[in-house]
């Protein structure tokens, strides 16, 4: 498998990013880490085995990319408007900046310019669903494990404009029923996964909550509860990369 490390400036958050590339050609696939985790994270986990299949034979190439939640979500306790300015800028540095080099370098490995399809678990799936459902015309597939959709387990009652338009569960929910959005949302993959064993409660009830507003609104989406011995830990999430991974590349 070729990996390659890059390190790039950010304009928009005025430092270094770094991340990693993993595969050649085929479908990009933004791999987003969980709270305080970094960008090796797919390879130190072993994820990258669970992906290896599906990389090596040029089905998708991984793009692993660092966050910083430990001054935004997760700066808990820190000013709250503080807290989201920096996350929306992440999100721009993504968006604006990373999503462009992702589409030169997959579109000149692959002949062609494509979507990208966002992954992560914990944290890192509510991120992979806020860019999903935010801009469904730069990211065409939605792969969320185990994640919180909406504001209140990390800012409580405090919600801004900014808050809210990364609250899937809130913009969603009030999104037009004539909005373009909703006819590209479903003409697109958009997956979002959940057990119900140990350390799933609030995530539970957060993968519940955005399914009702998801069904609500009539924007497909596959929202699937695994069993009650289904723990948030790497081991389940493993088992659900190589059970849908197959709904999202094909076969291997």
């Known amino acids: 498998m070729e990996i390659r490390y890059e390190k790039h400036w950010s304009g928009w958050l005025n430092r270094d990013m770094e991340f990693k590339i993993y595969g050649s050609c085929g479908k990009p696939v933004i791999f987003i880490p969980c709270q305080a985790g970094r960008f090796w994270d797919f390879e130190s986990f072993k994820m990258v085995d669970y992906w290896a299949p599906w990389i090596e034979s040029g089905k998708c ?9 430990n001054e935004s979500w997760a700066a808990i306790g820190a000013d709250n408007r503080w807290r989201i300015e920096n996350h929306e800028k992440w999100y721009h540095y ?3 900046e990373l999503v462009p080099y992702i589409r030169h370098v997959a579109g000149m490995a692959n ?7 966002t992954f992560g678990a914990s944290m890192g799936a509510m991120h992979a669903a806020n860019f999903y459902y935010r801009r469904p015309d730069l990211f065409d597939s939605c792969f969320a494990i185990s994640g919180l959709y909406d504001n209140k387990e990390f800012f409580g009652d405090y919600c801004d404009e900014l808050v809210y338009a990364n609250c899937p569960c809130l913009y969603l929910q009030n999104m037009p029923d004539d909005h373009y959005y909703k006819a590209i949302y479903n003409s697109q993959k958009s997956l979002i996964v959940c057990g119900q064993g140990a350390w799933e409660d609030v995530l539970k009830e957060s993968t519940s909550r955005i399914k009702g507003v998801l069904d609500a609104k009539g924007i497909h989406a596959w929202v699937d509860f695994w069993g009650y011995d289904v723990d ?10 190589e059970y ?3 709904f999202l590349l094909g076969k291997r």
């Open 61 to 69: 190439m991984v793009f692993s990319i660092d966050t910083i939640d």
């Open 94 to 96: 993504v968006v604006d």
């Open 111 to 117: 002949g062609h310019d494509q979507g990208i399809m």
């Open 232 to 241: 948030h830990d790497w081991g389940w999430w493993y088992k659900q990369v």
């Open 244 to 246: 849908y991974l197959p």
